[in-house]
């Protein structure tokens, strides 16, 4: 008898894959769902609500706040999509020559200047050796194009990993807590076991060794494998920037764990602070003496942060080194199903880290775009941290870097009560309550995971600089509002 | 006690994903590592082998071998990449009018005209709503942007299907055998199982809905559940176009069985036969009167294939209809997670829906690249198919459609015993030996699946059309040798 026969739709949410009901993604979760009806409605009547745009703090998209593209990159973008253009004499009227030239010399690069191709299934070569190049300058040590693989931003890339390394929920990954909900969301979308380690809070989300150990024996005496510990530097949702030393002692962590060390750095020019430097994991690796045969480690990599901020491009790359050449091949084969990712990110990747040099004739330009981006987002990340610690009941971190504030919600008994009574979070109540009164989208720290009793918001720090002091009195005037409600 | 200390690495093929070690995809596999080093040998020395240039025929990927990119296409992502240029009125010179007005029309309906901030997890509705336009002019019956998922390729979303509806090895996918690797890979990487039902070869690559009944209900009778049904229609590799009535029947059947219909329809464009004719599934089932309510049905989209070919930008999508609310709030959290497709890519899969119409500036430069390309495909593939079957032992049925040919050898018995004796299959060795004897690479038929004790090979119509002749003689040299060689 077919099903049909007996009624039952063939699809149902109850006969999904469990896997695909478990995962979680908070960062375009209920929030973001409520903010875009909301958005729906001030369209239809724009005087319906208390404020006159959506302003989304909920992710880290800052060309959908206004943050205007790097001019040299797109610039060569926009030749290596039409290379018939190279040939016209009309077009030194419209673009910078330095990047004419780099078009050239990118569609040298590409087999038959195919920029149409699907490419090698690691991407095109010689943009992987450029992207070494990139890697070895900023490191000072080897980086070689064989390890690079493009990938259509960091996400189908930290996806990859999972799937390789998980078997059964028996695999565990250790994660940091607060950590990026693509962990969870991958873990959970693989069938494994993500083992928590808490960030502390108190010392600005120091990330302890002992925590580290005391995770991987609770979750190794539960039976659980434990297979990788990823690392996001700078943090997000935290903002935190590792110190040289700490790198170290959690590189050695790994290598006498046998655990594979998967490094998210897609924030490595994102650093907001004099003292705090960007170390990658795989320079602390080479500083310590280790090479390719002691130690398994992923660096991921994307056009979507940094001071370019390019996540409608899809580019980004993992450096993947320490594995044998048999378990290289799974990954090459993996990366093969897909066929390749897209050649105009793996352009802009290769651009990221090549970008113009002194001498060169956008040089300038691109220096004051850069520098202006990354400066005002140092100055917004400063207004918005001592606009939060400010107010009665919130506490925050510094973002020393990437682009987001972690602030902790110190609610009243109350506000906890009137959450609980509406049946949810209390961080996710505030969120929500936020939103309706101000039209400022912010994610609940409970999508990220944080210790048990305590609540956060995470809020990007990616408004146009001339929109914050706006932000900020629309925010305290919430909050105030909101703890008059509630306090105890 | 760690795992390092006990001396074992932290990754060993052994301790890898089972899945993904089961997985294969022979697209990509062994014969095109090998051509690679051949290629590289050949770059070093080129006097060392019999041919001076290796030819892929082993994957759809047009551009790599010459063919050019549709230029209106091109000049509207160039446009799209670097909207400073819309302002300026040099542009006029370097880019066709309508160009300069669509890449307008796109940028209104990107918000805040950002390309480079992430979109909706679906795509940019604006360009859904367009996709949805061209689907409803090509099929005469209704599409919803709503029901558009934009997607880098098809491939990811022919992933995204299975993970959601694949709990276990007792979830079953019905596929054509021969079938594209994509699917079988797939299926493998997600834990369930294929169940196959077999092309006829004599009838043409037939698809008979007897046989799916009898292999449906052989795999009932083990305990599978199945679950979709996948059809690639015009076929790959096998190159047939499905006629309008067995359409029909395809339908009631999965209908009447409770089947997801799982449509690969990325070739709608390439059919080069006069009594053929391109139906999507979904107008098959609105003109049997089946509703939204009656079938879930998924057509997948690409613009890698069609004239257009644009294999490198990683576009595509999938129309999904026919299921619950619920389950469709699951598909999109899984497309949330990956963010969202590169913009570009989602560019171009509105332009190849949408593309110059009579009046437009381009209209008549764009027919003329479209009908070039298309003609020339048509002629290609009949040479090759008639060169074929001029072969002793050769016997190749016609591509109606698609970009393969899948010509099937009837191997002399020495020559099966020679591929034994290499531990290797027969088409295999005889891929192996066209490849080291003349350059073309072509993949073995076991990559695609056979009837057992059949060979055969898929070889694209994809070479440049100046090169077909020498490409002809060179594989009946080749041939002749082998069959001199091996004839019982």
Redesign the interface.
């Known amino acids: 008898m ?5 009624g ?6 109850d ?4 896997k ?2 478990k ?3 908070a ?2 979760g209920e929030i973001v769902t409520h903010a875009q009806n909301l958005q729906q409605e001030l369209q239809k009547n724009p005087d319906s609500l208390p404020f006159d745009e959506i302003l989304y703090c909920n ?1 880290g ?6 943050q205007q ?1 790097v ?1 040299y990159f ?2 060569v ?3 290596c ?2 290379p ?2 190279l040939d ?1 004499s ?2 030194h ?2 673009y910078s020559s330095d990047a004419i030239e780099r078009a050239w010399q990118i569609l040298d690069k590409i ?2 200047r ?6 090698h ?1 690691q991407g095109i070569k010689g943009l992987r050796d450029e992207i070494a190049a990139g890697i070895a300058a900023r490191d000072g040590f080897h980086a070689s194009g064989d390890n690079i693989f493009l990938t ?2 960091a ?2 890339a930290v ?1 990859m990993m999972m ?5 059964s929920e028996k695999d565990g990954i250790l994660c940091p807590i607060p950590q990026y909900p ?1 962990y969870s ?2 873990i959970a ?2 069938g494994g076991s993500l083992v928590p380690y808490f960030l502390d809070e108190e010392t600005g989300w120091g990330l302890e060794v002992d925590e580290l150990k005391k995770q991987l024996e609770e979750a190794r005496s539960k039976g659980i494998t434990v ?1 990788a510990l990823v690392v996001i530097n700078p943090g997000n949702p935290t903002g935190q920037v590792l110190a040289e030393e700490n790198q170290k002692k959690i590189v050695e962590f790994c ?6 060390l998967l490094a998210d750095e897609v924030y490595q020019e994102n650093i907001y602070v004099e003292d705090k430097q960007f170390h990658s994991f795989k320079k602390i690796a080479r500083t310590l003496g280790y090479t390719d045969d002691d130690l ?1 480690l992923v660096s991921f990599q994307s056009v ?1 942060k940094g001071y370019y ?6 580019g980004g790359y993992m450096e993947v080194t320490g ?2 050449p ?2 290289r091949e ?1 990954i090459y ?2 990366a ?10 793996q352009i802009l990747a290769s651009l990221v880290m090549n970008p113009p040099k002194a001498g060169d004739e956008s040089f300038e330009s691109y220096m004051e775009e850069r520098d202006g981006i990354l400066s005002s987002l140092a100055r917004r990340a400063k207004a918005l941290e001592e606009a939060f610690n400010s107010l009665e009941g919130i506490t925050c971190n510094k973002a020393e870097g990437a682009m987001y504030l972690f602030p902790r919600l110190h609610l009243p008994q109350k506000a906890i009560g009137a959450a609980q009574a509406a049946g949810t979070a209390p961080d996710a109540y505030y969120a929500k309550r936020l939103l309706e009164a101000t039209g400022i989208v912010v994610v609940p720290g409970s999508g990220f995971g944080q210790v048990p009793g305590t609540w956060h918001i995470r809020c990007t720090i990616l408004p146009q600089e001339d929109k914050i002091p706006a932000i900020i009195s629309r925010f305290k005037e919430f909050h105030e509002k909101f703890m008059d409600e509630f306090r105890d």
């Open positions: 077919s099903t049909a026969a007996a039952t739709p063939p699809v149902t949410v006969t999904l894959n469990p695909v009901l995962c979680e993604y960062v375009r992710i998209n800052p060309q959908s706040l206004g593209p001019t797109r610039e973008l926009s030749l999509d039409h018939a253009l016209k009309e077009t009227a419209l087999p038959g195919a920029t149409g191709a699907y490419s299934s259509d931003g996400s189908p996806h799937q390789l390394l998980i078997r693509l969301a991958s979308l693989h297979r290598k006498n764990e046998g655990l594979v398994p979507s901020g390019e996540c409608g491009k899809r594995f044998s048999e378990v799974q084969k993996v093969s199903v897909n066929l390749c990712s897209n050649v105009s990110g």
